[in-house]
């Protein structure tokens, strides 16, 4: 759906800004996973395609009605333009949109690995995992101390909570697949769950694959519209078919099973994919 | 000489205030639309999505995403760039197939009450006229008229678009007009990188073109700066969105001179009510909003409003009164392919001696 929103508040958090916005209707139909598109500037805004970006938490029922929380990163003039909004600022929304996480029927050990802040839609998925009786256990990466995200709420919610920076500045120095295999052997781990840059979820689902654990991974593609109509968010997936094709990952995805994304492809379209180009004659 | 009506603004809608009175029926040669806004080919996927936003059924058309007669991949990531006012695509025309278009999508569109204009393309000229006659094989009444996109490489002659030559272009054109059922209208779909686009839009009438839809994106690159390589996947893209709707005005306006009886489906960054209008003045039968809907789902109904307020404000009760406007505003005579165009107010009979501004005070009147 798409409501015009307004900003409630702007934080600071490290390197990122989190956006609480008034959007009617749209955490009422929130599940983790779902992300929101949001529009940048006014009517006559010359950027004129949407922004995406995982929900973090939401509220349904708050002092001014349903709220949803966003973590920005302010790389670019539209991110920058949602970082400086200030309350009562309008912002259109149009959500919750994707396919979310699907969550285990029976109580199972769960470990969620986030990098950067795409560890922003964990929260609520630990939350939810917990109230089904699953042991939760977090591990958050990122390249400093600064670009991490949620490591205290992380450490009320799970039964483990593992750092890793590139710099070493907090935690363990490396990256989040250094630790995940121990990570998982000490939790007994029944599933993967795992949200940030593509290298990181190729690297998360490669470790799990490894240890024949099930991957469902949020991906992070350019999107322009969000809502499906552009086609210009699509990575390469393994039907269960067999067969792969170049899907959507703002409809089919973001959350994909870590196996069936074709990593190594990402960026291309491969050879035997359903309606690839005939390659040109010649050597 | 035709006198322009008078600007009487029209207060804001609310439960109590209808919505004004215009007829807003319109036709694209003999297909009947109960108003003049459509979707744009590959800006609305083939209507699901959008579904869920409003009912199909109160676009005056929905145009589908174009498609070829196998499955298509499309190209590489990355397949999208913003730029001013705008966006490059490079998607490459991904899709089902026309036999899974023809089955799953065009029922499913004649369910929800839509009026489908079916796009299709090809990579020859025996694919034009294989998917047109796959897609006559649609249930009846599911294709209210048929898209040829024409600006597709020819693979036969060297990778040449169709659509920038006039024999290619009327090649294409007359396959997918042979193999598509008589009762149903075919509309060209030409590309503004030509030089002089009233010869391809000819050669596409005289080919059997029932209408015309302007404009396809006009092409373009971004470079990335910091890795020093071409932004898409597939190195040059479509340009669309605010940024050519001037280009688009001024194609509709240039082929609507010159053959004012072929129907015009109007399409280039149409965003408000005001930009659908301006299409209309020059000639446009019907409007599509196409990438406005990547920034606002909801726009082709939003456009709809506005442009029937605008209208009402203009003092237009039909819609079609409107289409072309803007030629017969300069009068009998002008040079209206490129006419030295005086500045707008002043089209209002300058008197004869040449004294006064011209300018309408009616047509400026704030204060109603």
């Known amino acids: 759906?798409?409501?015009?929103?307004?900003?409630?508040?702007?934080?600071?958090?490290?390197?990122?800004?989190?956006?609480?916005?008034?959007?009617?209707?749209?955490?009422?139909?929130?599940?983790?996973?779902?992300?929101?598109?949001?529009?940048?500037?006014?009517?006559?805004?010359?950027?004129?395609?949407?922004?995406?970006?995982?929900?973090?938490?939401?509220?349904?029922?708050?002092?001014?009605?349903?709220?949803?929380?966003?973590?920005?990163?302010?790389?670019?003039?539209?991110?920058?333009?949602?970082?400086?909004?200030?309350?009562?600022?309008?912002?259109?929304?149009?959500?919750?949109?994707?396919?979310?996480?699907?969550?285990?029927?029976?109580?199972?050990?769960?470990?969620?690995?986030?990098?950067?802040?795409?560890?922003?839609?964990?929260?609520?998925?630990?939350?939810?995992?917990?109230?089904?009786?699953?042991?939760?256990?977090?591990?958050?990466?990122?390249?400093?101390?600064?670009?991490?995200f949620g490591v205290l709420e992380a450490k009320r919610m799970a039964d483990s909570v593992t750092v890793t920076t590139d710099d070493g500045s907090l935690g363990t120095r490396g990256r989040v697949t250094d630790v995940l295999p121990r990570v998982m052997e000490r939790a007994g781990t029944d599933a993967v769950y795992a949200c940030g840059p593509m290298a990181m979820l190729r690297a998360v689902s490669d470790v799990a694959a490894g240890s024949g654990v099930p991957a469902q991974v949020a991906v992070e593609e350019a999107m322009a519209c969000g809502i499906g109509v552009c086609m210009t968010c699509v990575l390469p997936v393994v039907g269960e078919d067999g067969v792969t094709r170049m899907v959507r990952s703002c409809t089919e995805g973001p959350v994909f099973r870590g196996d069936t994304v074709r990593w190594a492809d990402v960026g291309t379209v491969p050879a035997d994919c359903l309606g690839a180009p005939v390659a040109a004659g010649g050597h | 000489m035709t006198t322009p009506p008078a600007v009487r603004p029209v207060l804001p809608q609310s439960a109590d205030v209808p919505e004004p009175e215009v007829d807003m029926r319109t036709s694209l040669a003999w297909a009947a639309l109960p108003n003049p806004l459509a979707t744009a080919s590959g800006c609305a996927a083939n209507g699901r999505e959008l579904s869920r936003f409003f009912p199909l059924s109160r676009l005056g058309a929905m145009v589908t995403k174009s498609v070829m007669l196998a499955p298509r991949s499309g190209r590489p990531t990355p397949r999208m760039a913003e730029t001013p006012s705008g966006m490059l695509n490079s998607i490459g025309l991904q899709g089902p197939g026309v036999d899974a278009f023809v089955q799953q999508d065009l029922p499913w569109l004649k369910a929800q009450g839509a009026r489908t204009i079916a796009s299709i393309a090809a990579g020859s000229i025996d694919e034009y006229a294989e998917v047109a006659a796959r897609l006559a094989l649609a249930p009846p009444g599911t294709v209210t008229a048929v898209e040829v996109n024409i600006s597709c490489p020819n693979v036969e002659d060297r990778g040449l678009v169709f659509a920038c030559d006039p024999d290619a272009a009327a090649a294409a054109v007359a396959a997918a007009r042979s193999a598509t059922d008589p009762s149903i209208p075919v509309l060209a779909k030409l590309s503004p990188d030509v030089t002089d686009i009233v010869s391809i839009a000819r050669a596409c009438v005289g080919a059997g073109a029932d209408g015309l839809t302007m404009i396809n994106t006009v092409l373009g690159m971004v470079i990335d700066t910091t890795t020093l390589r071409p932004v898409l996947g597939g190195v040059t893209g479509g340009l669309s969105g605010p940024a050519i709707r001037p280009v688009a005005v001024r194609c509709i306006w240039q082929v609507h001179a010159a053959l004012p009886e072929v129907p015009i489906l109007g399409v280039g960054g149409v965003r408000t009510g005001l930009d659908a209008l301006q299409l209309i003045l020059a000639g446009a039968s019907a409007v599509s909003v196409g990438t406005t809907v990547f920034n606002d789902p909801g726009a082709p109904l939003r456009v709809l409003g506005e442009l029937r307020t605008a209208l009402a404000e203009r003092g237009f009760e039909r819609m079609r009164d409107a289409v072309g406007y803007a030629h017969s505003a300069l009068g009998a005579g002008a040079d209206r392919i490129a006419p030295p165009v005086p500045p707008g107010p002043s089209l209002r009979a300058p008197s004869a001696d040449g004294a006064g501004s011209g300018y309408d005070e009616t047509a400026y009147d704030e204060g109603r």
Do not use: K, N
């Not at chain 1, 690995?113 to 990122?142: H, K, M, N, Q």
């Open chain 1, 1 to 148: 759906m798409q409501v015009r929103g307004e900003a409630l508040s702007v934080r600071r958090v490290g390197a990122y800004y989190a956006l609480t916005l008034l959007a009617p209707g749209v955490a009422e139909r929130f599940r983790p996973g779902h992300f929101v598109a949001l529009a940048i500037g006014d009517e006559s805004s010359s950027m004129l395609l949407r922004r995406s970006f995982s929900i973090y938490r939401c509220q349904e029922r708050g002092v001014y009605g349903g709220t949803v929380e966003i973590v920005v990163s302010a790389h670019g003039p539209g991110t920058e333009w949602l970082a400086s909004r200030r309350p009562h600022d309008p912002v259109d929304v149009v959500g919750p949109l994707g396919t979310p996480f699907a969550l285990p029927r029976e109580p199972a050990s769960c470990t969620l690995v986030g990098g950067g802040y795409g560890s922003a839609p964990l929260f609520t998925l630990a939350e939810r995992l917990r109230a089904r009786g699953c042991r939760v256990d977090i591990v958050l990466g990122a390249a400093t101390e600064e670009r991490l």
